[in-house]
C-alpha cells in the first residue's frame, strides 16, 4: 500500500523539506522544517515572497518549485514520511513509500543564480541530494520496508546524454548504500527511448504508463532482466471513465511468465481521480455505469490480477459490466449527436479565419471604439463578495426563485459598473458575479457535460477542483452569456467586454471522454463559442474576450510532438473566433509566464489583443514578444492580483515604460495581470485607480515626445 503521497499541500514541497531545500528568503537556520516554514514556503508570509507554484506536467495539479543556486546544500529535515510509514506498519499495513526520485526532484526546479533566468540547475546537484536519500532510505529499510516506489516522470521529458549518465550513478550509489528493493515509477508518457538505460538501472523494479503509451510495452518486456519487476499502468489514474478490461487483459497476458515480476497497477497516481463513484447519488444511471473513480479503479486493479491466475472466473461479471459500457457508448444517442459530427466535418479553412489581416481590423476597430492611447482594461472577474456566494447558494438550494437571483445579481454587475466608471477604465467588464467557475459555468449550459457532487480533485493543498465530465458531442443549447453582459452594455457608453473561456482551456479542465481525439471534442467545443460570439456581436457587444489560460498546460511532454497539437488548439481558438466582422476586436487572455517556445503559435491565434500575466517578471516576458516582433496588441499585467497589497501609479508607470521600451507605445494596453475575483473591493478600487492614473501619465509622455 501507497504511503507518504498525501501531503498538505504537494508531495514536491514534502521533498523539499526532507532534504532541507528551504530557499534563503525564508531564513530556516538548520534543523527540521517546521509547519510554520513548510506553509510560508507554499503560500509566503507579509514580508517574503512564497515559492513559484506551476501544474504538474499536463495535469492540474499544482506543484511549488525547488529553488537551486550555488549555495544550496542539503540535509534530512522532515521526518514525514518516516513518521507515516511507522504509522501505516503498526496497524499492520505492508507499506510501500512513495518519494519523488532524486532525478524528477531536480529536473522540475529552478536555477536561480544570477542571469540564470530559472534555466535547468547544473547536474551535479543530484549528488549533493544523494546522502538525504540515503539516509532517508536506509531508515526506511530499518523499519522492515521491503520496497519503496522512487516517482520520475520527468524521465518521460526530453533528456540530454549527461543527465540520464547522472540518473545511472544516482540509483547505482543508492542501491549501493543499502537501501530497500526500489521500483522507480514512470508516467505521463513513455520512456522507450530509454528502455536500455533504464533496464540496466541497477534497481528492482520499473513501472510504466501502459495508458499514455502502450506501443512501449515492447521495447521492456523483452529484455526485462530476470532480477527485475515489471509493474504494468494499465488503468487510467487520470480519466473517470471504466477501462476496457478486455483490452487490459490483452496487453498484460502475454506477460504472465513473469510471474509475481509482473505487477498490474494504476498507470499513475489515483491523486488525479475523484475518490469513489458510490458517492455520487445524482449521476444518471447510465453515465454513472460508464465509469470508475479511484476506488472502482482499485477493483479493476484487483480484477486484473485475478483474471490472470486461477481466479478468472470469479471477476467475469466485472468484466461483462466493462464490455456493456463500451457498447453502450459507441452507441448511445446521449453520446453521439449527427447534426454536431456533421458540422464539425463541413467546417472549411476559412471558418478559421478572420475576413482581413490585423492591419485592417485594427483601422476599423479604432474607428470604432475611439480609445485614447494606453488603453486601460481588466480582465474580467470582480470580487465574488459574500453576498454574491449568498444569493448563489441559496438559488442552488432552492430557497430564492430566479427573478430573485437575477435581481441579486444584477444588482453586483451594476455597482462593479459604477465603480469601474468611477475609476475612468476605457473598457468595462461586468465583472462576472453569475459565475462560480470560469469552465463549470459554460459546461452546465453546453450539452454533452455532466457534473459530479464529490468528484473532488486535489489543486494543490487546500484548494480541491471538481472538473466537469465531457461525456458526449458537445452543443451549445441557446446563448449563455448574452443576457448578462448586454444588461451590463446598458448602463454604460463605454464599450463592455464580453467574456467567455476558450476551448482549449474547457478541455483541459474537464474530464474528457476517451473514445474519440482530444482534438476533435475541443473543436465541438470551439464551434459552442463561435456561436457564442456571434451572438454577442449581434447583440451590439464590441470587444469579445476568449480566454485561454491552459493552451500550455496541454503542451505534450515530447517537444516531438507539440506541433500536431499546437496546430489543433490554435485551429480551435480561431474556430471560436472569427465568426465576426473586421470591427468586433477579439482579445484572449494567458496567465503564465514562458512564450519563448510558442509564441508563433500565439501569433498565430491571431486575436487583435492578448492580455497576459507579466508584473512577476518585471516585463521580462515581453523580450519573447520584441524578438518575434508580435505584430498584434498586447496588454502586460502590471500588477499582481494574487497579492492584497496595492502597488502605486510611480510602480505601474516603471512597468509600462519597460513595456513600451520593448513593444511599440501604440500596440500597449493597460491592465491587471489576471482576474480579481480573490480581492476585496476597496483593494481593487486603490488599484485601478493608481493603475489608471499610469496610463495616464505614459499618455502625457508620449505625447510629449511625439
Given amino acids: 500500500v501507497p504511503v507518504g503521497d498525501f501531503s498538505l499541500y504537494d508531495h514536491m514541497l514534502d521533498t523539499a523539506a526532507m532534504l532541507g531545500a528551504v530557499p534563503e528568503r525564508f531564513a530556516h537556520s538548520n534543523g527540521m522544517v517546521d509547519l510554520a516554514t513548510y506553509f510560508a514556503m507554499a503560500r509566503g508570509t507579509q514580508t517574503v515572497a512564497p515559492m513559484e507554484m506551476t501544474k504538474w506536467f499536463d495535469t492540474n495539479y499544482h506543484y511549488i518549485v525547488p529553488e537551486f543556486t550555488p549555495q544550496t546544500t542539503f540535509a534530512f529535515s522532515s521526518t514525514k514520511l518516516l513518521d507515516e510509514t511507522k504509522e501505516a506498519m503498526a496497524l499492520g499495513v505492508p507499506a510501500k513509500p512513495v518519494l519523488v526520485g532524486p532525478y524528477t526532484f531536480w529536473r522540475l526546479g529552478k536555477w536561480r543564480a544570477a542571469g540564470a533566468n530559472g534555466h535547468v540547475a547544473p547536474i551535479d546537484l543530484i549528488d549533493r541530494m544523494l546522502p538525504v536519500y540515503a539516509h532517508v532510505l536506509a531508515q526506511l529499510k530499518k523499519l522492515g520496508v521491503k520496497w519503496v516506489q522512487m516517482d520520475e516522470p520527468a524521465l518521460a521529458l526530453d533528456l540530454q546524454p549527461q543527465w540520464l549518465t547522472a540518473l545511472t550513478h544516482a540509483y547505482a550509489t543508492l542501491v549501493a548504500e543499502g537501501a530497500p528493493d526500489l521500483l522507480v515509477a514512470t508516467y505521463f508518457d513513455g520512456v522507450d527511448e530509454i528502455a536500455k538505460e533504464l533496464l540496466a538501472l541497477p534497481v528492482a523494479g520499473l513501472h510504466l504508463d501502459l495508458v499514455r503509451a502502450p506501443e512501449q510495452l ?15 499502468g494499465v488503468i487510467d489514474g487520470r480519466n473517470v471513465w471504466r477501462a476496457d478490461l478486455d483490452a487490459a487483459l490483452a496487453l498484460v497476458q502475454p506477460l504472465t511468465a513473469l510471474g509475481d515480476r509482473l505487477w498490474v497497477a494504476p498507470s499513475c497516481s489515483l491523486l488525479h481521480s475523484p475518490i469513489d463513484l458510490h458517492l455520487e447519488t445524482k449521476l444518471d444511471a447510465e453515465l454513472k455505469s460508464w465509469m470508475a473513480f479511484a476506488v472502482q479503479k482499485l477493483d479493476e486493479v484487483v480484477a486484473l490480477k485475478k483474471a490472470l491466475g486461477p481466479q478468472a472466473a470469479s471477476v467475469q461479471p466485472l468484466f461483462a459490466q466493462a464490455r456493456a459500457a463500451r457498447q453502450s457508448r459507441q452507441t448511445s444517442a446521449r453520446i453521439h449527436d449527427p447534426a454536431v459530427e456533421a458540422r464539425e466535418a463541413a467546417l472549411k479553412d476559412g471558418d478559421a479565419r478572420r475576413s482581413a489581416p490585423f492591419g485592417e481590423r485594427r483601422a476599423a476597430q479604432r474607428e470604432r471604439l475611439q480609445l485614447a492611447s494606453f488603453p486601460t482594461t481588466t480582465i474580467g472577474s470582480y470580487p465574488q463578495t459574500t453576498a454574491i456566494r449568498e444569493a448563489r447558494a441559496k438559488f442552488k438550494k432552492g430557497e430564492i ?3 430573485d437571483y437575477e435581481r441579486r445579481i444584477k444588482a453586483e454587475i451594476a455597482h462593479a ?4 466608471e468611477q475609476i475612468g477604465l476605457d473598457v468595462l467588464v461586468h465583472g462576472e458575479a453569475e459565475r462560480n467557475d470560469m469552465v463549470e459555468y459554460f459546461g452546465e449550459q453546453l450539452r454533452g457535460f455532466a457534473f459530479t457532487q464529490n468528484g473532488w480533485v486535489q489543486s494543490y493543498g487546500s484548494r480541491y477542483v471538481k472538473p466537469p465530465i465531457i461525456f458526449g458531442d458537445v452543443s451549445r443549447p441557446k446563448p449563455m452569456t448574452v443576457d448578462w453582459i448586454t444588461y451590463a ?5 463605454k464599450p463592455m467586454k464580453g467574456m467567455l473561456t476558450g476551448p482549449v482551456t474547457i478541455l483541459q479542465w474537464s474530464f474528457v471522454r476517451d473514445d474519440q481525439p482530444r482534438s476533435d471534442t475541443c473543436l465541438q467545443i470551439a464551434l459552442a463559442i463561435r456561436d457564442e460570439v456571434a451572438d454577442l456581436e449581434r447583440a451590439g457587444i464590441k470587444v469579445i474576450q476568449i480566454d485561454e489560460p491552459a493552451i500550455r498546460e496541454g503542451l505534450p511532454l515530447k517537444r516531438s510532438q507539440w506541433n ?6 490554435v485551429k480551435a481558438f480561431r474556430v471560436a473566433s472569427s465568426a465576426v466582422r473586421d470591427e ?3 482579445h484572449t487572455h494567458m496567465c503564465y509566464s514562458e512564450f519563448n517556445d510558442i509564441i508563433a503559435s500565439i501569433a498565430a491565434m491571431d486575436a487583435d489583443v492578448i492580455t497576459i500575466e507579466s508584473s512577476r517578471s518585471d516585463m521580462e516576458i515581453l523580450e519573447a514578444f520584441r524578438d518575434f516582433k508580435y505584430p498584434n496588441e498586447i496588454g502586460p499585467g502590471v500588477y499582481d492580483i494574487h497579492s492584497p497589497r496595492v502597488p502605486s501609479a510611480d510602480e505601474m508607470t516603471t512597468l509600462l515604460e519597460k513595456a513600451a521600451a520593448v513593444v511599440p507605445a501604440d500596440q500597449l494596453w493597460v491592465n491587471p495581470d489576471c482576474g480579481l ?10 488599484a485601478l485607480t493608481a493603475m489608471v492614473a499610469a496610463a495616464k501619465r505614459m499618455r502625457a509622455k508620449v505625447a510629449v515626445n511625439a
Fill in 677 to 686: 475575483k480573490t480581492r476585496r473591493w476597496e483593494e481593487v478600487v486603490a
Fill in 584 to 586: 468586433t476586436q477579439i
Fill in 401 to 403: 426563485d430566479a427573478p
Fill in 489 to 493: 452594455q446598458s448602463l454604460t457608453t
Fill in 564 to 569: 500536431k497539437y499546437l496546430e489543433w488548439a
Fill in 417 to 420: 459598473v459604477e465603480q469601474q
Fill in 218 to 232: 515492447g521495447a521492456f518486456a523483452q529484455s526485462l532482466p530476470k532480477d527485475k519487476v515489471l509493474s504494468a
